[in-house]
C-alpha cells in the first residue's frame, strides 16, 4: 500500500476492501460520506434490501448533485502528487520572495547627479 496521509489513507483503504473505483472514492468524498462506515453500508448480502455500496454512491450522487460523475475523476494518489507539487511551488516562490526582500535596491546616478532610487 501506498503510504499517504492519515486524511487520504481510510479512502485508499475502502477503495481495495469494497473494490469502488476511483470515480465511486471521488463522489464520496464530494458527498461527505465517511470510508469508515462503509461496511455498514455494503452489507447488501446479509440484507438484500440495501443496494451495493457502488450503486448506492452513485444513486446519492445522482441525486444530490444532479449528474451521473464527477466532471474531472483523478485518483487519489494524484490529487496528493498534484497538491504536494503546488505546496512546493508556493515554498519556492516565498523563499525567492524573501531572497528579493532581503537585497537592497540599486541606486541609479542620473546624468544630473541625483541618486534615482
Not at 2 to 16: G, V
Not at 33 to 42: E, H
Amino acid at each position: 500500500m501506498t503510504s499517504l496521509s492519515s486524511k487520504y489513507q481510510p479512502w485508499i483503504d475502502a477503495r481495495t476492501r469494497f473494490h469502488l473505483s476511483h470515480a465511486h472514492i471521488q463522489m464520496a468524498r464530494e458527498l461527505g460520506l465517511n470510508p469508515a462506515n462503509f461496511g455498514g453500508l455494503a452489507n447488501h448480502k446479509q440484507e438484500p434490501w440495501k443496494a451495493p455500496l457502488p450503486e448506492f454512491i452513485a444513486e446519492l450522487y445522482r441525486v444530490r448533485c444532479g449528474k451521473d460523475k464527477p466532471d474531472d475523476v483523478r485518483p487519489l494518489e494524484q490529487i496528493v502528487a498534484d497538491k504536494k507539487r503546488k505546496k512546493a511551488k508556493r515554498k519556492a516562490e516565498k523563499k525567492q520572495e524573501a531572497e528579493r526582500q532581503q537585497q537592497p535596491e540599486p541606486y541609479f546616478q542620473s546624468a544630473d547627479g541625483l541618486k534615482i532610487g
